[in-house]
């Protein structure tokens, strides 16, 4: 991989909530690679920790929390690669307020959360232009519709005046999307964009997403909890868990050589079409809360091939196991792939 293709990186990314509990490791160490083109996943159950990387990514944690480590924006300026440090800004500073909404844009679940209900979302879209891109409010508004159009709004002129509230969720979905292309993003963060919609809405969504990112080359960071979004979308995957990356691979190498028992038994909880059982092998237990874990793998309480003594003495470094392949469990790199097997292979 050539370096100038990295356009963000996190590093040891640790995002902590400051309770009266005590701390709360939301996001525990974790690094990305997301690069030019290409869509990274970042897929695990609830409370893994998804939400709050893409948050601490823009810096929009919630005041009791501190984001650390590094968010390394490469930047083109000039034909050069300048890089920086998003960590280093302000939280509600002027310069990471011109990155968000211009550089990095980002969609949400909820497109009620992304517009106010008081104005017509093309108001609230020409606005975002007006900050990001020109000051001529006429070319915003021009620009504006167009968007509108590129997302398959239906009559955009019209559209462009309506209220939040006027439109269908499905409709709702493709203004938030809109919103977020409108100033020609380098990376869009979509944070499990199509949960709330039906199906055939879905699928466009997911649809509209992809084309964007052939036509633009968009970089998309696509946070899911459903492997099979993760492998419509994505090109890398990471899986999360209690704020770690367990696993970080291709897609290719995530569904048919996955090495972490999580990831192994999240696959196992899809459904597939060969799959003979109609029962699916769903992960017992859940996620425990991220307070004064106790040392080793933070999967051992759940993991089926946990060895006390071992999993559960000193924490687990993520290792590469073979050419862009990390796995953070010690019993790993005992094993080779055809070993640990594809959890679909024996179906
Ligand atoms: N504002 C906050 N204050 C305190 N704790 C928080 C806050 N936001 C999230 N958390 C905690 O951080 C952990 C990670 O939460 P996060 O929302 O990132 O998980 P997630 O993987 O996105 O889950 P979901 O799929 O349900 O959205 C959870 O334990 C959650 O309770």
Redesign the pocket.
């Given at each position: 991989m050539k370096p100038d293709n990295v356009i963000l990186e996190a590093k040891n990314l640790r995002t902590y909530?400051h309770?009266d509990e005590g701390i709360?490791k939301?996001v525990d160490g974790v690094d990305l690679t997301i690069k030019e083109g290409k869509t990274l996943g970042i897929v695990?159950?609830?409370?893994?920790?998804?939400?709050?990387?893409s948050q601490s990514l823009l810096r929009i944690v919630?005041n009791?929390?501190t984001v650390e480590g590094e968010i390394l924006l490469h930047q083109r300026k000039n034909g050069k690669t300048e890089v920086l440090n998003l960590v280093d800004l302000a939280p509600h500073g002027k310069e990471i307020r011109a990155i968000r909404g211009g550089e990095i844009s980002m969609i949400f679940q909820e497109p009620m959360k992304a517009f106010s209900p008081i104005h017509t979302i093309g108001n609230q879209i020409t606005e975002a232009i007006l900050l990001h891109n020109t000051q001529d409010p006429a070319e915003a508004k021009g620009i504006a519709i167009d968007t509108l159009r590129k997302v398959g709004m239906s009559n955009p002129e019209q559209r462009f005046n309506e209220f939040p509230h006027q439109l269908s969720g499905g409709m709702r979905q493709r203004a938030m999307i809109a919103m977020a292309l409108a100033c020609n993003p380098s990376i869009l963060i979509a944070d499990?964009p199509t949960t709330a919609l039906d199906v055939t809405v879905q699928a466009q969504v997911l649809q509209l997403i992809n084309d964007l990112k052939e036509k633009n080359g968009t970089s998309v960071i696509f946070?899911t909890?459903d492997l099979g979004v993760i492998a419509e979308m994505c090109d890398e995957v990471a899986v999360?868990y209690l704020?770690k990356v367990v696993e970080y691979t291709d897609v290719d190498t995530l569904f048919y050589g996955a090495l972490h028992p999580y990831t192994q038994a999240l696959l196992h909880s899809i459904p597939t079409v060969t799959k003979r059982s109609s029962r699916l092998d769903s992960i017992e237990g859940t996620?425990p809360?991220?307070m004064n874990l106790p040392r080793g793998c933070g999967f051992y309480s759940r993991c089926k091939l946990a060895k006390a003594g071992v999993c559960n003495v000193e924490d687990v470094p993520l290792v590469e196991v073979s050419t862009g392949h990390h796995v953070r469990c010690l019993l790993v790199d005992k094993k080779e792939p055809e070993e640990a097997g594809c959890p679909h292979a024996e179906q």
């Open positions: 909530f309770l709360l939301a695990g159950e609830s409370g893994s920790g998804k939400s709050v990387t919630p009791t929390g499990e946070i909890h999360l704020g996620v809360y991220p």
